[in-house]
């Protein structure tokens, strides 16, 4: 089982960092060349929440830096993470006939999307997704540029509870593991969000670790009142070895829950999502032993770089799974600086 887990982690990442050298050649190896025959592009980027955030605005930065590398200029559209707002902005947007918009798959349900990129591809408009996917339109729509860079979310939670279970032994006998989601009810029906949560409860159980699943909440105090009822009804259980944590707000409230009640660093391997500056201090402090990072910036920048070259030299749409980075406490102090950029 390790061995299999390892290999398949090994050449996931060996895929990637191919696809990495293979673009950034084709960028770099004539940058000079390419802004000299560049062509005025309308584009629109859809960056989710506002660019002065944490996420949204390490993926600015990854389309801001393509753009200059390119000589582009880009229009970039706030949704605030609203669904409603984003789609009244594409609509608006839409009608105004851009060469490009890059835009969050899951910006309208496949029947309706599938019709939007008919018109789409009949007015010229190239439309590409980041961060969410929506495949079967994707897949549709590949050779005329449609492309995904993002996280593939089933994956990113599997990976997160296989790598737990590879490196820390979390597979002993009468194991057992916390997880903190965003899942309502297992239903079958999930959101590309729900199924991160997903991977991580089936990667346990298909290696037969009980899982004790709890769902989180957006609301700070209802997180407290959840966090304190799984500790205190867990806390006497020596078979609980793991905690895994789908949401940034459980996450910064069990760490300080561990350290109001002076519990060991070493107590739990606790792992979680994404790389916000405040991980990296759990990373370093022990609190947290290892992060999922879906690399935003890359997720700003390849679907740039991918509509731009469909744009001029007729390449597909990209398929790039950017969510393979694991982050441990030696690699926090190293990308400290970059985090601080809103790089990584």
Same mark, same amino acid.
């Given at each position: 089982?390790?061995k299999?887990?390892?290999?398949?982690?090994?050449?996931?990442?060996?895929?990637f960092?191919?696809?990495?050298?293979?673009?950034?050649?084709?960028?770099?190896?004539?940058?000079?060349?390419?802004?000299?025959?560049?062509?005025?592009?309308? +584009?629109?980027?859809?960056?989710?929440g506002?660019i002065? /955030?944490?996420?949204?605005?390490?993926?600015?930065?990854?389309a801001?830096?393509? *753009?200059?590398?390119?000589?582009?200029?880009i229009?970039y559209?706030?949704?605030?993470?609203?669904?409603?707002?984003?789609?009244? %902005?594409?609509?608006?947007i839409?009608?105004?006939?851009?060469?490009i918009?890059?835009?969050?798959?899951?910006?309208a349900?496949?029947?309706?999307? #599938?019709? $939007?990129?008919?018109?789409?591809?009949?007015?010229?408009?190239?439309?590409?997704?980041?961060?969410?996917?929506?495949p079967?339109v994707?897949?549709?729509?590949?050779?005329?540029?449609?492309?995904?860079?993002?996280?593939?979310?089933?994956?990113? &939670?599997?990976?997160?509870? =296989?790598?737990?279970i590879?490196?820390?032994?979390?597979?002993?006998?009468d /194991?057992?593991?916390?997880?903190f989601?965003? +899942?309502?009810?297992?239903?079958?029906?999930?959101?590309a969000?729900?199924?991160?949560?997903?991977? +991580?409860?089936?990667?346990?159980?298909?290696?037969?670790?009980?899982?004790?699943y709890?769902?989180? /909440?957006h609301?700070?105090?209802t997180?407290a009142?959840?966090?304190d009822?799984?500790?205190?009804?867990?806390?006497?259980?020596?078979?609980?070895? *793991?905690?895994? +944590?789908?949401?940034i707000e459980?996450?910064?409230?069990?760490?300080?829950?561990?350290?109001?009640? &002076?519990?060991?660093?070493?107590?739990?391997?606790?792992?979680?999502?994404? =790389?916000?500056?405040?991980? =990296?201090?759990?990373?370093?402090?022990?609190?947290?032993d290892?992060?999922?990072? %879906? %690399?935003?910036?890359?997720?700003?920048?390849?679907p740039?770089?991918?509509?731009? #070259?469909?744009?001029?030299?007729g390449?597909?749409?990209?398929?790039?799974?950017?969510? /393979?980075?694991?982050?441990?406490? &030696?690699?926090?102090?190293?990308?400290?600086?970059?985090?601080?950029?809103? $790089?990584?």
């Amino acid at each position: 089982m390790k061995k299999n887990v390892n290999k398949r982690i090994f050449i996931e990442i060996g895929v990637f960092a191919l696809l990495i050298l293979i673009v950034g050649y084709l960028l770099f190896a004539d940058v000079n060349l390419i802004k000299e025959k560049e062509e005025d592009l309308d +584009i629109y980027f859809f960056t989710g929440g506002s660019i002065d /955030s944490a996420f949204s605005g390490i993926v600015y930065n990854g389309a801001k830096d393509a *753009a200059e590398n390119l000589g582009l200029k880009i229009n970039y559209v706030d949704s605030g993470w609203d669904g409603v707002k984003l789609k009244k %902005q594409f609509d608006e947007i839409f009608d105004k006939n851009p060469d490009i918009i890059i835009i969050l798959g899951s910006f309208a349900e496949e029947e309706e999307a #599938l019709e $939007i990129m008919k018109i789409a591809e009949s007015r010229g408009i190239l439309i590409t997704f980041w961060n969410s996917d929506n495949p079967f339109v994707r897949k549709k729509n590949m050779l005329e540029g449609t492309g995904y860079v993002g996280q593939e979310t089933y994956s990113s &939670g599997e990976q997160l509870a =296989l790598y737990g279970i590879v490196n820390y032994d979390l597979d002993e006998e009468d /194991s057992e593991a916390i997880v903190f989601g965003v +899942i309502d009810v297992e239903d079958g029906d999930y959101t590309a969000r729900e199924l991160r949560t997903l991977g +991580i409860l089936e990667g346990l159980r298909e290696n037969d670790i009980k899982v004790n699943y709890y769902e989180s /909440s957006h609301d700070e105090g209802t997180i407290a009142n959840i966090v304190d009822d799984v500790y205190e009804k867990f806390k006497d259980n020596e078979n609980v070895k *793991a905690v895994f +944590i789908d949401d940034i707000e459980t996450e910064k409230y069990f760490v300080e829950l561990m350290k109001r009640e &002076g519990i060991d660093p070493d107590r739990y391997v606790v792992s979680s999502f994404d =790389l916000f500056p405040e991980v =990296l201090d759990f990373l370093e402090d022990g609190y947290v032993d290892y992060v999922s990072d %879906q %690399q935003p910036y890359l997720q700003g920048y390849l679907p740039v770089l991918n509509s731009y #070259l469909t744009k001029k030299y007729g390449f597909p749409g990209f398929y790039v799974d950017t969510g /393979s980075g694991i982050v441990r406490p &030696g690699d926090a102090r190293d990308l400290k600086d970059l985090v601080d950029q809103k $790089i990584r």
